[in-house]
């Protein structure tokens, strides 16, 4: 099937979707919904794909001219043809962009785990820096956070800090950031001046739906045990933190940020269905792509995906090749530079194998 055979098949789609949303009959909200949804799902291309139309009429009636015996017209058409053919490659540029496969979780909301690694001591205050620069981020992205669970460290840092972050595409705002995160500076305790590199990881998990992944009470187990802080701290006297264990999988997950115990077990259920559901999505897109190279789902968070240099304000992404001399405003949250180039990569990718 050509592009334009693709292209005119959406357009038919668009239009008994309009068509049937003109129906007065129709009167389930949820069936409107649905419409709405598969509307605004394929609208851009219905648009792109009706510029199009018009510069190939635009490209005929110049030839038609080009043909013809108006020396003037002829020449007026001639002048106008490589701008109209510039505007062709660039409309169906992008219109191949718009119809390449979407990952399906993009629109979910997620979980973010971020978690010590090499380094001891300077790893966890690493991890600090890490969440303070993704709070930042999500806030200047209109996007919501919820602290799931956070255990921090004597001196200042966390062990592992675990939150939900949801809105308007938050999977694909962040997904590219699992992996080993390195940083390279000087900790406040090196009396030598010397630069110690260590690391910290994060993980990116799609929210999982219930009807996603079906959690049976047999296959769990749950403990129930008294909060602690830094060192063994207690910080509730009741006991309300919880510990849930797949059985099947083997996969643990413990929350005590609530002082309920129900709020810690339902976040805990939160988290523990996403793990499972991003260890089934990679088993999936293990078997249908071993040969693509995948940010998300590959199983494997032990690579190096970026480095932070802190004595050079600098900040490099290995896998886009990006070096920026502004750590400083990086650390701050303004990381799209990067998110943004990671995103058309991953498109160039899936363009490179696209064929009609």
Avoid: W
């Avoid at 190939?56 to 017209?73: A, M, S, T, Y």
């Avoid at 993704?134 to 921090?152: A, C, V």
């Avoid at 932070?308 to 290995?318: A, G, K, L, M, S």
Wanted: one cysteine or more.
């Amino acid at each position: 099937m050509s592009i334009i055979d693709k292209l005119s098949a959406v357009e038919n789609t668009y239009n008994d979707i309009v068509q049937k949303l003109n129906d007065a009959n129709i009167k389930d909200n949820r069936v409107i919904q649905d419409l709405m949804k598969k509307k605004s799902e394929i609208e851009d291309v219905v648009f792109e794909y009706q510029k199009l139309k018009e510069v190939l009429k635009q490209i005929d009636d110049n030839k038609e001219l080009i043909d013809g015996d108006d020396k003037d017209l002829k020449e007026m058409a001639l002048s106008e043809m490589d701008s109209l053919e510039e505007q062709k490659e660039k409309i169906i540029n992008d219109l191949r962009l718009l119809l390449l496969p979407k990952d399906k979780n993009d629109g979910k909301n997620i979980i973010v785990e971020i978690r010590v690694g090499t380094g001891g001591d300077e790893s966890a205050l690493f991890v600090g820096d890490l969440f303070r620069m993704y709070t930042r981020f999500i806030e200047r992205s209109n996007l919501k956070m919820e602290i799931i669970d956070i255990s921090p460290t004597e001196l200042g840092g966390y062990k592992e800090v675990i939150f939900s972050v949801s809105g308007k595409d938050a999977y694909r705002t962040l997904k590219f950031e699992s992996g080993t995160h390195r940083v390279q500076r000087i900790p406040a305790t090196e009396s030598g001046g010397r630069i110690h590199t260590s690391a910290s990881t994060v993980a990116v998990m799609p929210e999982a739906e219930e009807s996603d992944v079906i959690i049976k009470e047999e296959d769990i187990r749950v403990d129930i045990f008294r909060s602690s802080g830094p060192g063994g701290q207690s910080v509730n006297t009741t006991d309300s933190a919880v510990r849930i264990t797949h059985l099947p999988t083997g996969i643990v997950v413990q929350c005590q940020d609530e002082k309920s115990q129900h709020k810690n077990k339902a976040k805990a259920l939160k988290v523990l269905r996403s793990r499972i559901y991003e260890k089934e999505e990679a088993e999936r897109k293990a078997k249908e792509a071993k040969e693509r190279r995948e940010q998300i789902g590959s199983g494997d968070r032990s690579e190096r995906i970026r480095t932070y240099n802190f004595p050079q304000n600098r900040v490099t992404d290995h896998r886009v090749n990006i070096t920026l001399h502004k750590l400083d405003r990086f650390m701050d949250g303004d990381i799209t530079e990067i998110t943004d180039a990671l995103f058309r990569q991953e498109q160039e990718e899936l363009l490179a194998s696209y064929s009609d």
